[in-house]
């Protein structure tokens, strides 16, 4: 269950990046103005970052401590 979660997270922030990434390609080509969006893109990234970041160290830290516990 961890495993897919950590994927689903994974996969989310790699469709942002990319979506982010096309929106830097057409402020370059200046399709777009970017005057206020790479301000706002560069904060969005770094909110998101770092809530998943504290999401995949709950998880992580969730499952080692649920798991089935070694036998001694």
Known sequence: ???SI???ISYLLIG???I???IALLGIWEIIELEEII???F???MVIFAASAVILFIFSVM???SGPK???
């Open 16 to 18: 942002v990046i990319l």
């Open 1 to 3: 269950m961890g495993n």
């Open 43 to 45: 904060l969005s990234l």
């Open 63 to 65: 499952i080692k401590d």
């Open 39 to 41: 301000r706002k893109m």
């Open 70 to 72: 070694p036998e001694q």
């Open 20 to 22: 982010f990434t096309v």
């Open 6 to 8: 950590k994927r689903i």
